[in-house]
């Protein structure tokens, strides 16, 4: 806490790059022995490949690390955790089937003869669990039967028997309750007392100034701001994260509406959506923005049928889906969706274009049961044509093709079904800058021939330019629909990130 | 695409290429017995239960699942023929309950992996036992004596008419290797087999019927498994609960060979037939030329590992 404190971690003018993209470009930042440092900005600023540098799991194209005044450059995240450095992932890396003892103890057994001496480890796992407040919490306990918050601090605990003295948390809070992050604020403020440096990733603003006292803004790839918390109001950081407001690049009138399509009224899924409410018009563009696990997917998916409607109704004109009906009653009424996950969920990467194509509607291709194999190759070519689709046939497997092109396929399946309404999880995620564009063109075209598409996307700026209208998506919750020209990148993320910890009734 | 066309080409050729290699060594080691007319004969009614078995273990594996149970079934159906002749039923119908009893099988195995969402390699696992216990149950345990039919002339080695020149079970193999080859290539359903097994929540978010997808490709796979075990009885005269043991390990065997992927997406029914023929051939001329059985078993599972690392390479580039 005082300036006199030595610097623990030290960064000089780290860059990375991947391919032609800079995801950082010269960031310097220092973190003193006991403070808590809040690293702050929007998806894809690089705050992630940051950390990776920082826990070895990248190595810098340029730039220097120090610990403790001595230069760190960790060959990998073993190496880094020797050297006193431990990243504590989003995703816990613990075996549920082993008990809190084994899980602390494992990789560092004592053995004598082949046998765990389970005795030796105790004293440390006891001293660290009492360092962390849970004391009380039995050794024998299987990790998998504790609450997300405790199996957090068992991960903690792990980063500290390794004699952690940089801690790294990002978003250590998307999967705890209220009472288990307010638990986490006071153990991380209590490491810091103890001589550690905290860097504490999150998108909450009560929540970095509930632990942090310093803090540095990254904005593509460069920090753009950084100093105490206590002397920057939440609206300086909003700004700062957004950077100027970008002009709109499309001139797209939101006034070619026709009737309504889509209808969702307080939908609730499983987790997230909570209480969601939306209307969609034919012609129209509506974009949902939020931070990353607001439940934006999770809204698309329980409007597919992907996820369980647990409360609330979506309906297609006069029709409104039941909860057990599936994902085919959607297709049938008109509604395709696009996945997130092209590789994992939405393409069949070893198979040709054609069938990933036609998949939702083989029939269109078939007689009796056989399938018409020019039929196939005439609807196919149609597509690539109409879509400019780089690929050397109809034949070749989807994974062959480039992201932007996958990604053609995955929409072109949709038209092929010929549906009303598209569903479209990150349509542009993982592809190069002009393929964007491209797919941009493609769906405003599509909503100017009168289909009604929702889109879900992380760039603001793209989300900005490309919709008629959009909503923010908060933990679950959808805010007030306004037209695009009615919001600016800076009120999408005020909004987006106002929450607390908390879930607002 | 001239390279994945040649890639495909390569899958597809690489078990015949194998199978070649099979007849040119045996065939200038052993040449009079070994390419004899009889002989060959011989082989090819032998391939003809791990073929059947393999045609519908092919639309199992390219679905990305697996059927541990069909040598248990096999002799299922040896039994329900058996019993049928027995008590006074005529071949045609002894041979519809036992194709039938095939198809119950995999309507079981295809209704427990689907319903209670258990992987397959475990479902039929455990149908492995249940359905070999039945057979023996049904069976009294012991072998069931038929009176004499024209069934057992299925897999005689010297049909009659002369014209047919092989035995009746080797055309069945022929035209049904034809016709499901196609289906599987062609069909709605063979492209559905293919699409889960390439990647099965694609599958669902396109709106398929999996589970029931999935029911009848077991239930295809049991009623081929049903005449694979029709063609054992012939072989046997006797309905056996003990036939056919281990056998499903042959028919994954071929159909591997054969250059399907175990993980699904890969596959095509002739290739399997190859994969048959080269196991066929293999035991074969090792009996010929006088190799012993333990050395058999080690060239046999080593020709396993090599194609599959041969085809994991081939992936790779």
């Known amino acids: 806490m005082t300036s006199t404190a030595p610097i623990r971690l030290s960064i000089e003018g780290v860059t990375k790059s991947f391919g032609a993209t800079q995801a950082i470009r010269g960031v310097s930042l220092n973190i003193n022995a006991g403070e808590v440092h809040a690293l702050i900005g929007e998806n894809g600023a690089?705050?992630?490949?940051?950390?990776?540098?920082?826990?070895?799991?990248?190595?810098?194209?340029?730039?220097?690390?120090?610990?403790?005044?001595?230069?760190?450059?960790p060959r990998g995240p073993s190496d880094a955790r020797r050297?006193?450095?431990?990243?504590?992932?989003?995703?816990?890396?613990l075996a549920p089937h082993l008990t809190v003892e084994q899980n602390l103890s494992l990789g560092r057994e004592q053995s004598q003869f082949g046998f765990v001496l389970r005795d030796a480890m105790r004293p440390q796992i006891y001293d660290v669990l009492r360092r962390l407040g849970i004391a009380d919490l039995e050794p024998d306990t299987l990790v998998g039967s504790l609450s997300q918050g405790a199996k957090q601090l068992i991960e903690i605990a792990r980063a500290l028997l390794d004699g952690a003295k940089v801690l790294i948390m990002d978003e250590p809070t998307s999967s705890l309750s209220r009472s288990d992050s307010l638990r986490l604020f006071e153990i991380t403020k209590a490491l810091a007392r103890e001589g550690c440096a905290v860097v504490y990733i999150s998108h909450f603003m009560d929540e970095l100034r509930e632990v942090a006292e310093s803090y540095t803004v990254l904005r593509d790839g460069a920090t753009v701001g950084s100093g105490l918390m206590k002397d920057v109001t939440d609206n300086e950081l909003v700004t700062l994260m957004a950077g100027r407001?970008?002009?709109?690049?499309?001139?797209?009138?939101?006034?070619?509406?026709?009737?309504?399509?889509?209808?969702?009224?307080?939908?609730?899924?499983?987790?997230?959506?909570?209480g969601a409410s939306l209307v969609l018009h034919r012609g129209e563009i509506l974009g949902i923005v939020g931070l990353v696990g607001a439940g934006r997917t999770e809204l698309l998916r329980t409007v597919f049928g992907l996820e369980r409607i647990r409360a609330g109704t979506v309906r297609v004109g006069a029709h409104g889906f039941r909860s057990s009906d599936g994902v085919d009653s959607r297709w049938k009424l008109g509604i395709g969706m696009v996945s997130e996950d092209r590789k994992g969920e939405g393409l069949m990467l070893d198979l040709p274009i054609s069938n990933n194509l036609v998949l939702s509607r083989v029939d269109s291709v078939a007689v009796n049961g056989w399938i018409s194999r020019s039929a196939l190759v005439e609807k196919t070519m149609k597509w690539i044509q109409s879509l400019d689709i780089r690929a050397s046939s109809v034949d070749a497997p989807v994974g062959s093709l480039s992201g932007g092109n996958q990604q053609k396929v995955a929409l072109a399946r949709l038209l092929h079904?010929?549906?009303?309404?598209?569903?479209?999880?990150?349509?542009?995620?993982?592809?190069?800058?002009?393929?964007?564009?491209?797919?941009?063109?493609?769906?405003?075209?599509?909503?100017?021939s009168g289909k009604a598409i929702l889109v879900v996307g992380s760039h603001l700026p793209e989300m900005l330019a490309g919709c008629d209208a959009l909503m923010v998506m908060q933990r679950g919750r959808l805010g007030e629909k306004k037209a695009a020209s009615a919001w600016t990148e800076h009120s999408l993320l005020v909004e987006a990130t106002a929450g607390s910890g908390d879930i607002h009734a | 695409m001239p390279e994945n066309r040649l890639v495909s080409t390569l899958r597809s050729l690489g078990p015949l290429v194998g199978l070649l290699l099979v007849l040119v060594l045996?065939?200038?080691?052993?040449?009079?017995?070994?390419?004899?007319?009889?002989?060959?004969?011989t082989v090819l009614t032998q391939t003809?239960?791990?073929g059947l078995g393999a045609i519908g273990m092919t639309f199992v594996v390219v679905s990305g699942g697996i059927d541990l149970s069909v040598g248990s079934s096999i002799a299922l159906s040896t039994i329900v023929v058996a019993r049928v002749l027995r008590d006074g039923g005529s071949p045609w119908l002894a041979a519809v309950c036992g194709v039938l009893s095939g198809a119950c099988v995999?309507?079981?195995?295809?209704?427990?992996?689907?319903?209670?969402?258990?992987?397959?390699?475990?479902?039929?696992?455990?149908?492995?036992?249940?359905v070999r216990g039945i057979a023996k149950y049904v069976a009294g345990e012991q072998k069931i004596d038929a009176p004499a039919s024209w069934l057992a002339d299925l897999m005689t080695k010297s049909p009659s008419p002369a014209w047919l020149i092989v035995s009746p079970g080797v055309w069945a193999?022929?035209?049904?290797?034809?016709?499901?080859?196609?289906?599987?290539?062609?069909?709605?359903?063979?492209?559905?087999?293919?699409?889960?097994?390439?990647?099965?929540?694609?599958?669902?978010?396109?709106?398929?019927?999996?589970?029931?997808?999935?029911?009848?490709?077991?239930?295809?796979?049991?009623?081929?498994?049903?005449?694979?075990?029709?063609?054992?009885?012939?072989?046997?005269?006797?309905?056996?609960?003990?036939?056919?043991?281990?056998?499903?390990?042959?028919?994954?065997?071929?159909?591997?060979?054969?250059?399907?992927?175990?993980?699904?997406?890969?596959g095509s029914i002739t290739s399997s037939l190859v994969g048959a023929l080269v196991m066929a051939f293999l035991a074969n001329g090792c009996n010929l030329v006088g190799v012993p059985n333990y050395a058999q078993e080690i060239l046999v599972g080593g020709i396993i590992v090599i194609v599959v690392a041969m085809d994991r390479s081939r992936r790779m580039t």
């Open chain 2, 26 to 41: 045996f065939g200038s080691l052993e040449p009079e017995k070994f390419l004899a007319f009889q002989n060959i004969r």
């Open chain 2, 48 to 50: 003809v239960i791990v």
């Open chain 2, 106 to 130: 995999g309507i079981l195995n295809g209704a427990l992996i689907t319903r209670l969402k258990i992987a397959p390699f475990i479902v039929t696992l455990g149908t492995l036992q249940i």
């Open chain 2, 173 to 266: 193999l022929v035209v049904l290797g034809v016709f499901f080859g196609a289906v599987l290539k062609k069909s709605v359903i063979g492209t559905y087999a293919f699409a889960i097994g390439s990647n099965e929540s694609t599958a669902v978010l396109c709106g398929l019927p999996v589970s029931s997808i999935k029911i009848r490709l077991y239930a295809l796979s049991g009623l081929l498994t049903g005449l694979a075990g029709l063609m054992q009885f012939s072989r046997l005269t006797v309905g056996d609960p003990t036939a056919a043991t281990g056998l499903e390990l042959n028919i994954i065997a071929a159909v591997v060979i054969g250059g399907a992927s175990l993980s699904g997406g890969v």
């Open chain 1, 245 to 274: 407001p970008v002009e709109r690049a499309s001139s797209h009138l939101a006034e070619n509406r026709g009737e309504e399509l889509l209808c969702v009224s307080d939908l609730s899924g499983e987790r997230f959506p909570q």
């Open chain 1, 417 to 448: 079904h010929d549906v009303d309404v598209l569903l479209l999880d990150e349509p542009t995620r993982g592809i190069d800058v002009r393929s964007k564009a491209t797919i941009w063109n493609l769906i405003r075209d599509l909503a100017a």
């Open chain 1, 83 to 93: 050297r006193g450095v431990a990243m504590i992932y989003q995703e816990l890396n």
């Open chain 1, 46 to 73: 690089g705050k992630s490949t940051l950390m990776k540098v920082l826990s070895g799991a990248l190595q810098p194209d340029s730039g220097t690390l120090f610990v403790d005044g001595e230069t760190y450059s």
